[in-house]
Structures are given as structure tokens and as C-alpha cells.
């Protein structure tokens, strides 16, 4: 019996915990399944798509810098990743037709609420960034109802693009875009959407956003605490996590598309802590 093959795709790709992630949660669920990572050329994303799946693959996570060009080749895309404008997770319908989906912002709201108790709806959310991985969870996190959300960037322009972009979704929610240097009060929950603190600087925000009762996200993650985080520590904030659940619940929930069993996550955050 041969096991269904997955992979993750990108450039660079060693250092993915993708592969660990999903091998866990195949012994985990009983599925039998191999999960490989491949890195793509810059250039041949679509023939390293295409390839895998007329080989047989069954399904593809998509990462850095491939999502756009994997939303772009997609013959039909989910809701979510509609508006996203991004893909992190592949597969074909019975027709043969490529189907783009969107984990990113599922994951995000999924470790917040669930697995860290923090509640989105009626809040002051900030969240930093404009790029695609702030566009690629804005619609999860506006469906939580928060009270108010701000968007900031240092170029402006982007930031009221988005908020552009995704009125439609807002509701009741104030959404508004501004200045990262111009943003001003206090927040009950800020996002980090930038890459800022992997080079270990940090956005040029008033440190007056951050309280005792403000609960930090920084969506990227190391092995100790984020440049980010420590920061929003180091001026008072009650609580502050890294995107390693994030990155956990969307891989669990692109399994969940393509086995339709959704596995536990915990005991998979656990293990990429300890180990």
C-alpha cells in the first residue's frame, strides 16, 4: 500500500517545519500519507506545481515567495483565498482542476481564540503591516467582530488599500488605515504582520499602543522570544505570543481540506517547543 503523497513548496525551503508539522499529524490520525518539502527555482513554480500533481501528488502547501503566483495559476480559488490575493494550500477537485485555498488567517484566529483565550470580538485590534500576510488574515480576523481595527504601515497607501479592499467585510467594525508613526491610544490586541523582527528590528510604533491589558501576536516565530515581543514586554503588555501556533492551526486545517479529519494541534505545538 503506498501512502498519498503532500509537500510544501518554496525558496528557500530547509528550514520549514511543514514537513514535521504534517508527519505528526499523520501518526497522530492514523493517515497515511508522506510529506516531503521541494525547492522550487524562482522562476518554475508552475511546471513544479503541475509536475507534482501529474505525478500523483495530493496536495501542496505554498510558501515564501510563491503564495501570489499560486493564487494567480489556481483554475479556481475558495472564498477566502478569493481575498486574500494569495494561496498556502493546493489541491485538485475530481475534474483535474486546480483549487486554491487560504489557511493563513484561520490559523491566526484559531491559536488566538482557541488556544490562548483571547477574545476578538468588541476589541481595539492593531495590526502592523500591509503585505500579504496581513491581507491573507484580515477577513478571519473582521468576522471575530472586533470593535475596531487599524491597519498601519509605514507606506500609508498600502494600508488604505487594504482597507479598501475589505470594507465590505467590516460590518460593524471601524477600519481604518494609518501611519505606523501615527498611531495613537492604547490597544487591547496588537498584531505584527511584519517581518521586521526576523532582521531584529522593529516597526517605529508609539509604545503608548501597549498596556497591562494589551495582549500581543507577533506572526513570526524563533526559538526565544520575538525582537517584537520583547519589546511589547519590556513596556507592559499582559501577554505576548508567537506565530508557531499560527503556523500549526493552518497546517491543520489544510489537512483537514484534504483528509477531512482535522488533527489535535497541541500536542504539536508542545513537541516543536520541546524539541
Known sequence: MHNDLYAVVGNPISHSKSPRIHSLFAANT??????????????????????????????????VPFKEQAWK????????????GASNTLYQDDEGRLIA?????????????????????????LILGAGGAVRGVLGPILAEQPAELVIANRTLARAEALVELFTDEAGDTALSAKG??????????????????????????????VTP??????????????????????????????????????????????????????????ELRNN
Open 213 to 270: 491589558d494589551t495582549v500581543v501576536y507577533d506572526m513570526m516565530y524563533t526559538p526565544g522570544v520575538t525582537t517584537f515581543n520583547q519589546w511589547a514586554l519590556d513596556n507592559g503588555a499582559v501577554q505576548v505570543l508567537d506565530g508557531l501556533g499560527m503556523l500549526v492551526e493552518q497546517a491543520a486545517e489544510s489537512f483537514r481540506i484534504w483528509r477531512g479529519i482535522r488533527p489535535e494541534t497541541v500536542p504539536v505545538m508542545d
Open 101 to 125: 485555498d487560504n489557511t493563513d488567517g484561520v490559523g491566526l484566529v484559531t491559536d488566538l481564540t482557541k488556544n490562548n483565550g483571547v477574545n476578538l470580538s468588541g476589541k481595539r485590534v
Open 30 to 63: 492514523g493517515e497515511a500519507l508522506e510529506y516531503t518539502a521541494i525547492q522550487a527555482p524562482l522562476e518554475e513554480l508552475d511546471e513544479t506545481v503541475r509536475d507534482f500533481f501529474a505525478k500523483g501528488g495530493k496536495g501542496l502547501n505554498v510558501t
Open 73 to 84: 495559476m489556481a483554475d479556481q480559488r475558495s472564498e477566502r483565498a478569493a481575498k486574500a
Open 180 to 209: 505606523v508613526t501615527d498611531v495613537a491610544g492604547a490597544f487591547d490586541i496588537i498584531i505584527n504582520g511584519t517581518s521586521a523582527s526576523l532582521q531584529g528590528d522593529l516597526p517605529p510604533v508609539s509604545t503608548e499602543v
